[in-house]
């Protein structure tokens, strides 16, 4: 079955720098998007970023764009996502997901199947 597993997280002063990672198993990695999102306690799921396939094409959230870059590695299986400059508002569960088959660049949960069990960033003033 398909398997998704972030790490990386942890608690970091503002402006520093995070790299989440995201295993993937048991799917054919490399023919799939892949997409980060995150949720801050009790408000919903909201879009980070996303790759295609290649990882030729991306996009990102307007909170993160110019501080986040999102990356991948097909030989290993595995998505990044590289956070700089963080804010106290970045903090969050930030989740990996895979695209839906035939969906790529999704910016809306319902666009990817399988989720990993998320990471926790903790951002501090």
């Known amino acids: 079955q398909v398997q998704l597993v972030e790490s990386g997280g942890g608690l970091v002063q503002a402006g520093g720098s995070l790299r989440l990672s995201c295993a993937a198993s048991?799917?054919?990695?490399?023919?799939?998007?892949m997409g980060w999102f995150r949720q801050a306690p009790g408000k919903e799921r909201k879009f980070v970023a996303a790759?295609?396939?290649?990882?030729?094409?991306?996009a990102y959230g307007d909170s993160v764009k110019g501080r986040f870059t999102i990356s991948r590695d097909n030989a290993k299986n595995t998505v990044y996502l590289q956070m700089n400059s963080l804010k106290p508002e970045d903090t969050a569960v930030y989740y990996c997901?895979?695209?839906?088959?035939?969906?790529?660049?999704?910016?809306?949960?319902?666009?990817?199947?399988?989720w990993g069990q998320g990471t926790q960033v903790t951002v501090s003033s």
């Open positions: 790759i295609n396939w290649s990882g030729g094409s991306t």
């Open positions: 997901a895979k695209s839906r088959p035939g969906r790529a660049l999704g910016v809306i949960a319902y666009e990817y199947d399988y």
């Open positions: 048991g799917v054919t990695f490399s023919r799939y998007g």
